[in-house]
């Protein structure tokens, strides 16, 4: 297990340099041009950009930033994106928190939604319980969130004034109006992933109570909800437990429509404008942020198999041939 | 009972605790209560303008950027002068001392025969303003003159580059001196007056001026390139020679002058691609680096005479009025600036202005509130000398201006319903809705829409694929019938949120001259070039839409197309129209160009033969500038104040339409009685940096007409729409003019002329009692 996981990490650090060199290579490479009619302003941004490097050859760049990213964890500063001037990593971490915030709030109602709804389908299969769940399932997965973030707004918000219309300003986030102004954004967050969730559970549910394993539990006087609790549901967990995982994972993505509807300064919208905006520092520092959360997110991922359940080895170099 | 005493004194003690901390706050200008002579503040009430604004990086005065950023700077300063509505003067507008104690008295005179001013010079160059002596930070710090100098010194620091710089190095409010200082020692050979005869060969194969090594910029700002190198417009170069210029250029972008590159650079600049400059041309793609004939502080035209006095020296000869209009800085506060000094790679910078405490006022307002990419908040400065000098009656009710930053219109605006915020833009889908409600304004801005061909045979050929006919755009009869198709007045209606139809390059706003507010298009000669382009008998007529015509043009661009074998029986037409996204609004551009041509290709052999793709592009400008787009539209506008080097962005390497060639495309216009004919970037020069530059008005005039009638009578543009805004206000706001009345005053400034009808807690209930959803039909 020891030598399965060092090997892991250690592919996941030569693919993180392999992207990190990709990414850094094409972002310079898209056309950055001085827009026209700036005149004396064009010739400022020029020579700002040159004292940065931009006009030097890619690679002397590349050298650089690799030098103070590893040398003084120097990830450099803000010039098109948030705070002029202010360093990246200060930048980002400021941003983080409210994408957080309402993610978390988000995956945390997802979850037990999601398995509690995908229960009733499962056990309630084709019966008209399970039939409502599946249409609320085919619109919830099918409806794009910003969708509901619209009528959210529009409704609840609008017009019948149970909740502001954007976040609160500030950084009050054990506060009663932050959570309040964040309760239309956590719910529109939160359909797709319920839906989401009820939708595994109920197939994987479906699928282990229809196993001989539960005729033999029910033979042996356990009752039908028991059975279902005690043998069927920790069965069905294991695959979607990854999914849970993924999601928390996926917090730290953001929604960009989503924050962008409710004015959220989270990170969701930062990376499109970073890119947009040439913002070379502010991009390859969300990047690999990022590339890392991803690439250690799937060792984790693949490691939690295990834990689950104990049957499920990793590393023991068999292979499917015969 | 003595439990009970302690108790009573304990409350009595938090009271009296509480209120003198109520009065510090006032003391420290951070309550809303009043103790000025402005007027319009009932005591302890909040009058505060909710708005909101895009992404503000930082309002340091070197490098702010964007307008949202000069509007918060406005409201934590002070110019020098104020433009501010006045109904008892014919033009409703006056400008008054604010941070000057009186207008800019012109002594240039005392300064003639000194920083680059002729020694018979008598007026216009060296204007001296005397300041008020109560103007302070709001921190109670005094401002002196030297707080004048710092700023200057700060923003043209060679060392910073600061972004804003080129305020006081180029264009018409110049300072002397301030480019070379600005520059440092490495700059252009043009910028410190050397002509070739300056160039010397030297024996080694180099070249030299004064005795310095001669630099080829290959990739270095070039002011003949508004700040661009050479190397932005490679696809103009041989490809042998760009390749043998990248693999010498070094980090500064420079390459040093040899023989050898010399002679490439001349075989480019002299080629038909470049327009085929002559070798006295050269000296504008050189550089050298003298360390003596950088600028010293010294020779720039900024004086401190006293404490309360300053002096602007300007390399061109302004009026009063533009002295007024042109000569003012943003003060920047020393302490702070320096304290916050960065090394940003290299550059020397500093984060002054990106949070609240990095940040001063010294004008009406203060920060008190910054959270990045979220919100905004001012608050009164009651340091500020205006609330009690007597020259604000009435004014600045405002006690707070409170921006959230949000991007999304629907939310905007549904904030706005509830009472939330006091202002909202309208785009063309709220238009019906709103247009006509009595809290609508409209407020007529510089930029103008126009469309833009690609002209370009070889590349228009080189995307047809079968079937597909791109070619017919370069006939003459194609674009006009598109100008004609067009009906501006519909596409307005349909397209915009309250556009005005235009028809020149320039629109309406545009004026040459200031003191009497006389526009460009008024004028005579710019009347009879609308008239005689599109035809019409006179200006009240113009609609420049004809159908029929139309028609006919659209059959001779196909018969010509085909006779030529450009175009077969089968052949579409496909208008590739590159535009910046893809949602309702911009398919709504797309789709009325498409109907409008296939209603004036009814009947003729091109009857559904045309149609128009909606290509998502970012970069579109840039795009239509490498060939890639047949169709875009364009917006040019700004600097209102000078029509005539709006014709920079069509007759100079600015111009985006591709296969226009504007050095060689001619006009012949006639000046003083003589008619000449010349091309249209030799007019352009003439006009804006040479023999015509301090020409008569009239004159101008005259040159600016000809040149706007050439092209557009080639109709590779189609000038369709003056940009208007349409915003509503809240229904506590009452404006201060029931008209817009200039591009100076627009509707009057909302923090200084706006009044409420309501303060925050009335105007509250109300919205309360209304249900949060307030009645703007």
Same mark, same amino acid.
């Given at each position: ?35 026209? =009619? ?8 020029v ?5 940065? =490097? ?25 010039t098109?994106?948030? !705070? ?14 409210? !994408?957080?915030?309402?993610?978390? $709030? ?6 037990? #939604?999601?398995?509690?709804f ?19 399932i085919?619109?919830?997965? *099918? ?8 009528? #959210? ?6 017009k019948?004034?149970l909740?502001?219309?954007? #976040? ?27 839906? *989401? ?21 029910? !033979?042996?006087?356990?009752t ?32 960009? #429509? ?24 502010v $991009? ?9 959360? =991803? ?21 023991? =170099?068999? !292979?499917?041939?015969? | ?25 006032? +003391?420290?200008g ?7 002579? +402005? ?11 909710? +708005? ?12 702010w ?5 000069s ?31 009186a ?14 001013i ?17 103007a302070?930070w ?6 002196? +003159? ?22 006081y ?43 310095h ?46 023989e ?11 080629? &038909? ?22 600028g ?32 003012? /800085?943003?003060?920047?506060k ?20 990106? %949070? ?7 004008g ?38 409170d ?33 006509? %409600? ?25 995307r ?8 017919i ?95 077969d029986?089968?052949?579409v ?34 009857e559904?033969? /045309?149609k128009?793709?909606?290509?998502? &592009? ?98 590779? /543009? ?5 940009y ?14 029931d ?30 009692e ?8």
């Amino acid at each position: 297990m020891f030598r399965y996981i060092m090997r892991r990490i250690g592919l996941a650090i030569v693919s993180m340099f392999i992207i990190m060199t990709m990414l850094f290579v094409l972002v310079k490479m898209l056309p950055n041009p001085v827009p026209d =009619g700036m005149g004396g302003q064009g010739r400022a941004l020029v020579e700002m950009r040159r004292a940065w =490097g931009y006009y030097d050859p890619i690679w002397t760049q590349y050298l650089i930033f690799l030098k103070r990213v590893f040398t003084e964890f120097n990830w450099g500063f803000c010039t098109t994106v948030g !705070t002029f001037l202010q360093p990246v990593t200060e930048y980002l971490v400021s941003k983080v928190p409210f !994408t957080v915030y309402i993610n978390v $709030f988000a995956e945390a109602i997802s979850i037990p #939604l999601g398995i509690f709804f995908g229960m009733m389908a499962a056990i309630f299969k084709n019966k008209w319980q399970d039939q409502v769940i599946n249409v609320f399932i085919m619109i919830f997965i *099918s409806v794009p969130s910003f969708v509901y973030a619209f009528l #959210l707004q529009y409704f609840v918000g609008f017009k019948l004034g149970l909740c502001p219309l954007v #976040l609160k300003s500030g950084f009050d986030f054990f506060s009663w109006e932050m959570f309040h102004s964040a309760i239309m954004p956590i719910l529109a967050l939160s359909f797709g992933p319920i839906a *989401s969730y009820m939708r595994l559970i109920r197939a994987e549910l479906s699928e282990v109570l229809t196993a001989d394993y539960m005729l033999l539990a029910r !033979t042996k006087g356990l009752t039908r909800w028991q059975a279902t609790f005690r043998h069927a549901f920790r069965n069905s967990i294991i695959p979607i437990v990854p999914h849970f995982l993924w999601g928390f994972i996926g917090i730290l993505g953001g929604s960009i #429509l989503i924050e962008r509807i409710f004015s959220v300064p989270g990170i969701g919208g930062v990376y499109i404008t970073a890119l947009n905006k040439k913002d070379y520092d502010v $991009f390859m520092c969300l990047s690999m942020f990022w590339v890392v959360i =991803g690439l250690f997110g799937g060792i984790l991922a693949d490691m939690s198999y295990g834990l689950i359940d104990p049957r499920i080895r990793m590393g023991g =170099g068999k !292979t499917n041939d015969y | 009972m003595k439990k009970k005493l302690v108790a009573i004194l304990l409350v009595a003690a938090m009271v009296l605790s509480l209120v003198a901390c109520g009065d510090k706050k006032t +003391s420290d200008g951070g309550s809303g209560s009043n103790a000025s002579d +402005s007027g319009s503040n009932d005591a302890g009430k909040k009058y505060t303008y909710f +708005s909101t604004t895009g992404t503000i990086n930082t309002l340091n005065p070197c490098d702010w950027q964007l307008n949202n950023e000069s509007t918060c700077m406005g409201l934590c300063s002070s110019s020098l002068y104020d433009w501010r509505i006045d109904f008892d003067s014919s033009t409703e507008w006056a400008y008054v001392p604010e941070m000057a104690t009186a207008l800019p008295e012109d002594v240039t005179t005392e300064y003639a025969g000194q920083y680059g001013i002729p020694a018979d010079c008598t007026q216009g160059r060296a204007w001296k303003v005397t300041l008020r002596q109560d103007a302070c930070w709001n921190d109670g710090t005094p401002i002196t +003159s030297a707080d004048f100098i710092y700023s200057m010194q700060t923003i043209l620091d060679p060392n910073a580059k600061a972004y804003r710089s080129n305020s006081y190095t180029d264009g018409q409010f110049a300072l002397a001196g301030a480019k070379k200082y600005a520059t440092g020692s490495f700059g252009e050979a043009v910028g410190r007056g050397k002509t070739m005869a300056d160039v010397v060969k030297e024996a080694d194969g180099t070249y030299t001026i004064d005795g310095h090594q001669v630099f080829f910029a290959w990739n270095a700002a070039l002011s003949l390139l508004s700040g661009s190198g050479l190397k932005k417009y490679e696809q103009y170069v041989q490809p042998e020679i760009a390749e043998y210029f990248d693999s010498l250029v070094d980090g500064r972008g420079v390459m040093p002058l040899t023989e050898e590159v010399y002679n490439k650079l001349f075989e480019f600049t002299s080629s &038909d691609a470049w327009g085929n400059e002559t070798e006295e041309d050269l000296i504008n793609y050189f550089y050298y680096d003298d360390p003596a004939t950088a600028g010293t502080w010294e020779e720039v035209g900024f004086l401190a005479p006293d404490d309360y006095t300053i002096v602007w020296i300007t390399c061109n000869a302004l009026t009063e009025f533009y002295s007024v209009y042109g000569l003012d /800085i943003t003060l920047i506060k020393k302490d702070l600036f320096e304290a916050n000094k960065t090394d940003a790679g290299g550059l020397t910078k500093s984060t002054y202005g990106t %949070s609240v405490e990095t940040y001063a006022s010294y004008g009406p307002y203060y920060m008190d509130e910054y959270q990045e990419g979220k919100h905004i908040h001012f608050t009164r400065n009651e340091k500020w000398f205006g609330y009690t000098d007597g020259n604000h009656e009435g004014m600045y009710q405002t006690t707070d201006v409170d921006y959230q930053m949000i991007d999304e219109h629907t939310t905007i605006l549904n904030l706005f319903l509830q009472g939330k915020l006091d202002d909202t833009g309208l785009t063309s889908d709220d238009i019906p809705d709103y247009g006509t %409600s009595e809290f609508t304004i409209y407020t007529p801005e510089s930029y103008t829409a126009t469309y833009a061909w690609n002209t370009d045979f070889d590349v228009l050929k080189s995307r047809e694929e079968e079937n597909v006919n791109k070619t017919i755009f370069t006939y003459l009869e194609w674009r006009k019938a598109f100008s004609l198709a067009i009906d501006r007045q519909a596409f307005c209606k349909t397209c915009t949120a309250g556009y005005q139809p235009a028809f020149g390059i320039v629109n309406n706003l545009y004026v040459y001259d200031p003191e009497t507010m006389a526009s460009y298009r008024s004028s005579e000669p710019a009347k009879k070039t609308l008239c005689e382009v599109y035809d019409a008998a006179s200006i009240d007529e113009l609609t420049g839409y004809n159908v029929d015509e139309a028609r006919q043009l659209l059959q001779a661009a196909y018969d010509k197309c085909y006779a030529d074998g450009n175009i077969d029986d089968d052949d579409v037409v496909e208008v590739n129209y590159h535009i910046y996204g893809t949602d309702a609004t911009y398919q709504r551009f797309v789709d009325f160009c498409e109907a409008a041509m296939l209603k004036a290709a009814e009947g003729t052999s091109l009857e559904n033969r /045309i149609k128009f793709n909606l290509v998502e &592009d970012k970069d579109y400008y840039n795009s239509a500038k490498a060939g890639l787009c047949d169709l875009i539209r364009e917006n040019w506008g700004g600097a209102a104040m000078n029509p005539f080097t709006m014709l920079e962005v069509y007759c100079t390497d600015t111009s985006n339409e591709y296969g226009f060639d504007y050095m060689h495309y001619e006009a012949t216009i006639t000046v003083n009685g003589e008619t000449k004919t010349q091309s249209v970037n030799a007019w352009y020069d003439e006009l804006c940096n040479g023999i015509y530059s301090d020409a008569d008005p009239e004159v101008r005039l005259q040159i600016m007409a000809g040149v706007e009638k050439a092209l557009l009578l080639n109709y590779h /543009i189609a000038p369709v729409a003056a940009y208007t805004s349409a915003e509503m206000v809240s229904q506590r706001i009452i404006l201060p003019t029931d008209h817009w009345i200039n591009q100076l005053i627009n509707w009057g400034s909302f923090a200084r002329d706006f009044k409420y009808t309501m303060d925050d807690a009335e105007w509250e209930a109300y919205c309360k009692e209304q249900g949060n959803e307030l009645s703007y039909k």
